[in-house]
């Protein structure tokens, strides 16, 4: 087994503190922000950063859906998803970028072995990165209200 991870980052015309609480709203921001690979999404504590708990199911391939239950803590200017059912983790750091912040989405989690593994390590994050690409984009146009 080894670590398999994917990120991706843009650039948002706002302030990071502006950036990091839409990061952070699980309940109002989110469901607005995901791609059509999410489903199922719903908020099941919380809503607002550190305790909040979320699931959702991510169809990362035809044949690959993922059942997410995701339990978020805040760690400065990152917010941070545990997923319960897997090794997953994916970070969403802010961070100052000239005028406005950047927002970089990182996800990794322990990968199969083998041949199988191998080819999870090649191709999973090139299809990760279109996933969080399409959700950073949808991110900036929420927070610049376009």
Not at 33 to 38: A, G
Not at 66 to 91: L, P, Q, W, Y
Not at 108 to 131: C, H, N
């Amino acid at each position: 087994m080894g670590q398999v991870s994917a990120s991706s980052t843009v650039i948002v015309d706002a302030a990071p503190d502006t950036v990091l609480a839409a990061v952070a709203d699980y309940a109002n921001v989110r469901p607005k922000i995901l791609s059509p690979h999410y489903s199922a999404y719903q908020v099941l504590e919380g809503g607002q950063g550190a305790g909040t708990v979320a699931s959702w199911k991510l169809q990362a391939t035809k044949s690959r859906v993922r059942e997410v239950k995701a339990t978020v803590d805040v760690a400065g200017h990152t917010v941070i998803e545990k997923d319960a059912n897997s090794s997953m983790i994916t970070n969403w750091t802010v961070a100052p970028a000239g005028e406005g912040s950047s927002v970089t989405v990182k996800t990794s989690w322990q990968g199969a072995g083998g041949i199988g593994g191998f080819f999870e390590k090649t191709f999973a994050p090139l299809g990760l990165r279109k996933i969080q690409g399409e959700v950073l984009d949808n991110l900036k146009q929420q927070v610049e209200g376009r």
